[in-house]
């Protein structure tokens, strides 16, 4: 099952720690999340040639071999990444996993929703965003902003993780239905519960669907020199960033090859007590384009009315055409140990019934009406 956030606290802070941290910087209890711990940024980085995994090598040696050339994140004013460029950053958080816990872990929602694809590594492992059972050893993680600049510093947390044990049970379809009378997990974009029979389920995954008919149905990242400051909230003008696509008359729209879009689903989900969700990251089926870049739903995100998810989609290769109501992405339940003892809501970023941009910007929920772009 997934660690609740009582079970990640002692497993952190007690005699034989699962995850430890640089010595000058201590794990703080506003890391552990409901069903997620966040995990900070280390003090220096290396600009890469390229993006790489280790193969049967330590990430260090990996670093050491492709790097073009080293910096500090502690300096005042943090660190200026450039689009387009892959970074490796050390993690200040290590790892030292019991023999039947592994850790998967994603980006926070406030990195994908500016572009910003960050993966982690580890040791002698092959794979992104996965870390074995078992495994002692330092993290890193590879980020490259893909649709603007970013400033970052020591401390920051851009990604987060999930513990896992071998009796993690993932929550089938029949259960699903069986939440949705009972307590309600899905509701329209007015708030109501939706009727069972209108939930989306296939092979116990739950598929969300794209909004074109409200005012305004998306953004498009803009072309800008200007930096997101990460450090910041409630700080960047949308309009330097994002241009805001309108309701379609046809309630069709293409997308772009090599255009970052954000779309928002038809539903709200609301995540229950007893588990944790997970959106699935790209999938073949969902057509020529990235649908999400995967991210962690904790107990209680969704509060009682339910929260519209915020998809970061990407074309492929060629112009990709979507319509209003079409699957869009699909979200897994798996059960956690117990109920954690804090749900999702004081403190978090995401607690409004609608769609919001990242917490960086500015009237980040007004700007999905249009009467917010009438200044502009």
């Known amino acids: 099952m997934v660690m609740a956030c009582q079970q990640i606290e ?15 910087f201590k794990i703080e209890q506003s890391q552990i999340q409901p069903a997620s711990f966040d ?7 290396s600009r890469m040639r390229s993006a790489a995994l280790p193969h049967n090598e330590n990430v260090a040696d990996l670093i050491a071999k492709y790097k073009k050339y080293d910096f500090e994140l502690d300096a005042p004013g943090g660190k200026h990444l450039e689009v387009g460029m892959t970074y490796i950053i050390p993690l200040l958080e290590s790892a030292a996993l019991p023999s039947d816990t592994w850790a998967e872990f994603t980006a926070k929602s406030s990195t994908g929703r500016i572009d910003a694809f960050g993966r982690v590594l ?3 492992v092959g794979n992104y965003d996965l870390v074995p059972a078992g495994y002692h050893g330092p993290l890193y993680l590879e980020i490259t902003p893909l649709s603007h600049d970013i400033k970052v510093k020591t401390g920051l947390s ?3 993780g999930r513990f ?11 259960e699903l239905q069986d939440m949705q009378m009972r307590q309600a997990l899905l509701f329209s974009g007015g708030g109501e519960p939706l009727d069972v029979n209108k939930m989306d389920i296939v ?7 794209v909004n074109l008919s409200r005012e305004v149905v998306g953004f498009v990242a803009k072309d800008s020199t200007l930096p997101i400051d990460m450090m910041s909230e409630d700080a960047h003008e949308p309009y330097d960033f994002w241009e805001p696509i309108r309701r379609p008359r046809d309630g069709m729209l293409e997308l772009l ?36 870049y995967a991210g962690f739903f904790d107990n209680g995100f969704g509060g009682e009315q339910g929260t519209n998810g915020v998809l970061e989609v990407r074309a492929r290769e060629v112009t990709m055409r979507v319509v209003d109501g079409q699957r869009i992405c699909a979200m897994q339940f798996e ?9 999702y809501g004081a403190g978090s970023s995401y607690t409004g019934t609608g769609p919001s941009l990242s917490k960086h910007f500015k009237h980040r929920y007004d700007v999905w009406h249009t009467g917010y772009w009438a200044q502009w």
Do not use: W
């Open 10 to 24: 002692r497993s952190i802070f007690g005699q034989v720690p699962m995850i430890r941290s640089d010595p000058k």
């Open 39 to 45: 995990f900070r940024l280390g003090k220096v980085g």
């Open 122 to 124: 580890a040791d002698k």
């Open 158 to 160: 851009l990604v987060q």
């Open 164 to 174: 896992k044990t071998k009796e993690t049970q993932k929550v089938t379809g029949r």
């Open 203 to 209: 092979d116990d995954d739950l598929y969300f669907h």
């Open 257 to 292: 090859p090599g255009k970052f879009y954000l779309l928002a689903t038809k539903e709200r989900v609301r995540v229950p007590a007893e588990c944790c969700g997970q959106v699935q990251a790209y999938r073949v089926t969902s057509g020529e384009m990235r649908p999400h």
């Open 335 to 343: 059960r956690t140990f117990e109920i954690p003892n804090r749900l």
